[in-house]
């Protein structure tokens, strides 16, 4: 199934600090067909290296260039998402968009400045989840959606799931967050800081202003290397490395590379830097760090929140080997939807995938979330 990218430009988005940004396009897919009453859409939103790209083949991205690689041409979630599969596409409209601060097509660092003829770089906003979720409100009603049969999200994309069911609950039944938290907690901001840090000290970086001279590419594959080791389990990385990988040359001025490990971690953050763009994940990472869903909404307690939410139904899974978003952030998602008197269920996963698992193995959450979709809908 061959699909392509669509867009919606705007003239302006309010930020979370006050002002306004724009223009703003908003790079984004559609799968299946919107019913006569307009009951069946289904809300995806992606991961942080994530893209619009949801199911199929698609080629190529007007302005994305080069980083549209092999790597993003299939959809990241193909294998939970098309024609009889969990979320059938034969049944239901599908939506995903690029986040705003994006570079798959959505307005972001690497765009270019209608005031400066040039890229944004360092020039672009500071953005918040509760941004990213506000900007692609033009599109819902562009395309005429007043309310979603059900929003889904992990990781980053469950927290802005979270984020869009609870500051718009009249527009969403239910809810499927997976892998993911109600905010930052202490060791991602300092797993984030980390990898600010790796991209900042590059000397290539410029403040953000790289775009025409060399890039930031050792700061974003440590970036990368750093972040990599939460999204796999150990025992999954040593499943995928062996004797025989490919050896990665050195880069170093003393310590050479000696084991498959060592080979196996270089690769996945060099192999990152011909899709992604290092301005984007600095923005999303740093978004990341300052995510609180009771600062979004100005509101002190998660039972003030939830209460606006009665009228939803939760849907939460956790993965029990997760080192990115540890199992006790969902109960603590499980925990406030229940004291709020919000319907959920909770799911364990049992994986030994680590976090990743939400990507790669469709079978284990399938079965519920087919149940969550179809429950009362004809």
């Known amino acids: 199934m061959e699909v392509q990218t669509q867009f919606l430009t705007y ?49 190529a991205v007007k302005g994305v260039g080069e980083r549209w690689n092999a790597e993003c041409q299939t959809g990241w979630w193909d294998g939970f998402v098309g024609p009889g599969k969990t979320i ?39 953005i918040s989840f509760g941004d990213i979720v506000d900007s692609q409100q033009p599109l819902f009603e562009k395309l005429g959606i007043g309310k979603f049969h059900a929003a889904i999200g992990s990781s980053l994309g469950g927290m802005m799931v979270l984020n869009f069911a609870a500051r718009y609950p009249e527009k969403v039944n239910r809810v499927i967050p997976v892998a993911c938290g109600l905010q930052s907690t202490t060791l991602t901001r300092v797993h984030n800081l980390e990898q600010i840090l790796a991209i900042e000290n590059d000397p290539n970086f410029n403040n953000g202003h790289y775009y025409e001279g060399p890039r930031p590419l050792r700061g974003l594959a440590l970036a990368r290397m750093i972040s990599h080791k939460t999204f796999v389990s ?16 050195d880069e170093f001025s003393w310590y050479k590379i000696r084991t498959p490990l ?42 003030d929140v939830f209460a606006r939410c009665r009228d939803q139904e939760y849907l939460i899974f956790t993965i029990n080997s997760d080192v990115c978003f540890y199992p006790d952030e969902q109960e603590q998602i499980r925990d406030e939807l229940t004291g709020a008197g919000v319907k959920n269920r909770f799911i364990r996963i049992t994986s030994d995938k680590g976090h990743d698992s939400f990507l790669i193995e469709p079978d284990l959450y399938s079965a519920e979330i087919k149940n969550m979709l179809e429950k009362d809908f004809s």
């Open 11 to 59: 003239e302006k988005l309010r930020l979370h600090d006050g002002s306004d940004f724009g223009p703003v396009t908003i790079a984004y897919e559609t799968y299946g067909k919107l019913n006569a009453d307009k009951s069946n859409a289904v809300l995806i939103f992606h991961a942080l290296s994530g893209s619009q790209h949801v199911c199929g083949f698609n080629p």
């Open 234 to 249: 150990l025992h999954d990385m040593e499943e995928r490395m062996s004797d025989k990988c490919e050896q990665e040359q």
């Open 88 to 126: 059938d596409t034969d049944r239901f409209f599908v939506v995903c968009a690029n986040y705003l601060g994006g570079c798959y097509g959505t307005t972001g660092p690497s765009s270019i400045s209608p005031e400066t003829g040039r890229e944004y770089g360092g020039d672009f906003p500071h």
């Open 262 to 303: 060592e080979s196996y971690i270089l690769h996945q953050g060099r192999k990152f830097l011909r899709r992604f763009d290092a301005n984007t994940y600095l923005y999303l990472v740093a978004a990341w760090s300052n995510c609180n869903l009771l600062t979004d909404c100005g509101l002190e307690k998660y039972t």
